[in-house]
C-alpha cells in the first residue's frame, strides 16, 4: 500500500506571495492533518479534514487554509507569505482521525522557503 | 494546559550502547502517548504509542516505552543501539482532539 505523498517536496517563495501544497493519504484514510514544523516552534498542528469537513484547527493566523476533496486528497494554502512561513510542512492520514490517539502516518514533507 | 518536555536536546550514544530518550508530560488525566522518529529529510514514523493496560509498550525497530504516571514519564528505551537509529525522536500527547510534541532530541551513533 502506497505511503502519504506529498507534493512537491521543495518549494522557494517570495514574500507576499502564495502557495498551494498537497497531500495525499493512504487508500482508504478518511482523515489528514497539517503539521508545520520549524526549528524555533518545533511541531505545530495547523488543522485536520475529515471527510471534506475541517474537523480541528490549530492556533494559525487565516492566512493558513485548507481543504479537503472527495478523494480524501488535501491541500493547503497559504496566503501573503512571511518569512516566519519557512518550515517542513508535514502532512498526516489515518483511517477516522486523531480521535482516541489513532495512529497518523506521515508524508516526507514539503520544505518551503520564503525569501 | 497539557505539555511535553523531552529534557535532552542532543545524545550521543556508542553503537552497540544502551539508549534512553526521556519524556515528561503534564496532563491531569492519562493521556495517549506516542514515539515518533524522524530520519533527515523525512517524515516521522511512529514507534510505539502507550493508550491504557499494560505501561511496559513494546514498539518497531526494537525500542520499547515505560509509562510511570507518578513521574509523569514515558521514557523510551532500546537495549543495543546501532547507527541506522541516528535521527531525531518526538515524544507526544494527545488528549481531546489536541495533540503536542516536544520539542525532539537528537540522537547521533558513535562508531
Known amino acids: 500500500k502506497a505511503g502519504v505523498t506529498q507534493t512537491p517536496r521543495y518549494l522557494i517563495k517570495t514574500r507576499g506571495q502564495q502557495v498551494t501544497l498537497s497531500c495525499s493519504p493512504i487508500s482508504g484514510h478518511r482523515s489528514v492533518s497539517w503539521y508545520q514544523q520549524t526549528p524555533g516552534q518545533g511541531l505545530q498542528f495547523l488543522f485536520e479534514?475529515?471527510?471534506?469537513?475541517?474537523?480541528n484547527k490549530g492556533n494559525f493566523p487565516g492566512r493558513f487554509s485548507g481543504r479537503q476533496f472527495s478523494n480524501s486528497r488535501s491541500e493547503m494554502n497559504v496566503s501573503t507569505l512571511e518569512l516566519g512561513d519557512s518550515a517542513l510542512y508535514l502532512c498526516a492520514s489515518s483511517l477516522e482521525g486523531r480521535g482516541r490517539g489513532e495512529t497518523q502516518y506521515f508524508g516526507p514533507g514539503t520544505r518551503l522557503l520564503v525569501l | 494546559a497539557q505539555s511535553v518536555t523531552q529534557p535532552d536536546i542532543h545524545i550521543t550514544v556508542s553503537e552497540g550502547a544502551s539508549l534512553e530518550l526521556r519524556c515528561n508530560y503534564s496532563y491531569g488525566a492519562t493521556p495517549y502517548l506516542f514515539w515518533y522518529v524522524q530520519s533527515p529529510g523525512q517524515g516521522l514514523q511512529l514507534l510505539l504509542k502507550y493508550f491504557s493496560g499494560d505501561t511496559l509498550v513494546q514498539g518497531i525497530k526494537g525500542f520499547e516505552a515505560e509509562f510511570k504516571r507518578s513521574q509523569s514519564s514515558f521514557n523510551l528505551r532500546k537495549p543495543s543501539v546501532h547507527w541506522s537509529d541516528a535521527a531525531e525522536y518526538f515524544c507526544?500527547?494527545?488528549?481531546?482532539?489536541?495533540?503536542?510534541f516536544g520539542a525532539g532530541t537528537r540522537l547521533t551513533v558513535k562508531p
Open positions: 507526544a500527547l494527545y488528549n481531546n482532539n489536541d495533540m503536542r
Open positions: 479534514y475529515f471527510s471534506e469537513t475541517q474537523r
